[in-house]
């Protein structure tokens, strides 16, 4: 059974600070990993969407990077803002588009 | 290009009543599926729904049912309601396969008293 879990659970840093945020999963043989941004109370915005054969992708001052073989994603964001300031889950889909399985999120604050 | 849609935003329920929540797929999208998010948590999977039949179910005991329509919407059931199943309910829909990922709504925040 896939596991995915998100480090560090919360985080807060000043504002323009580079940050990175963890993602690790249990089994590898993953089809894609979307990350998403949710902010209080609401639904999920998608951020970007890395599928197996791809290593990295980016927009704008968001870069995420996958490593399948050692279970890892990175979430980077450049020049952090306080308009940054939400939760950041990380998805798994290992089973062809049937599926996401969901890490428990960072709750992200970036201080003015 | 419309997004997911749900409704209601929001709702509050007795113990024991039954809950119908509704979804409509972002338009292109053929493939419904429906999560559960607890106060804190990664949401979990209940089920997927592709050409009006249930293509995969998470976790969730049988009183948590749904449909998919012609249209490719789609609604949850929560038959006998408990207090544990206070949560915001997520829709999400993509193309068979996800290969282009899930679109997810703005959820429903369900509250049972």
């Known amino acids: 059974k896939q596991e995915v879990t998100q480090i560090p659970a919360a985080l807060s840093v000043p504002e323009g600070e580079n940050l990175v945020l963890n993602c690790s999963f249990t089994?590898?043989?993953?089809?894609?990993l979307q990350w998403f941004r949710q902010d209080p109370g609401k639904g999920l915005t998608s951020l970007l969407l890395i599928q197996s054969s791809q290593r990295e992708q980016t927009s704008g001052r968001l870069n995420a990077s996958l490593d399948k073989s050692s279970g890892r994603s990175t979430l980077y964001i450049a020049a952090s803002q306080p308009g940054d300031s939400a939760t950041y889950l990380c998805a798994v889909d290992d089973n062809a588009g049937n599926m996401l399985t969901f890490g428990g999120g960072t709750r992200l604050m970036v201080k003015p | 290009e419309t997004g997911v849609t749900q409704s209601p935003t929001h709702l509050i329920k007795t113990r024991g009543q039954q809950v119908t929540l509704r979804c409509s797929s972002q338009s292109g999208h053929n493939t419904v599926s429906w999560y559960q998010q607890a106060l804190g948590q990664g949401p979990q999977f209940i089920f997927q729904?592709?050409?009006?039949?249930?293509?995969g179910r998470g976790n969730f005991p049988p009183r948590f049912s749904g449909l998919q329509f012609p249209n490719y919407s789609s609604e949850l059931d929560v038959n006998a309601l408990e207090l544990d199943d206070s949560a915001l309910y997520l829709c999400?829909?993509?193309?068979?396969?996800?290969?282009?990922?899930?679109?997810f709504g703005s959820g429903t925040r369900l509250t049972v008293v």
């Open positions: 999400a829909s993509s193309l068979a396969g996800g290969v282009n990922g899930y679109t």
């Open positions: 089994d590898s043989a993953i089809y894609n």
């Open positions: 729904y592709y050409r009006e039949e249930e293509n």
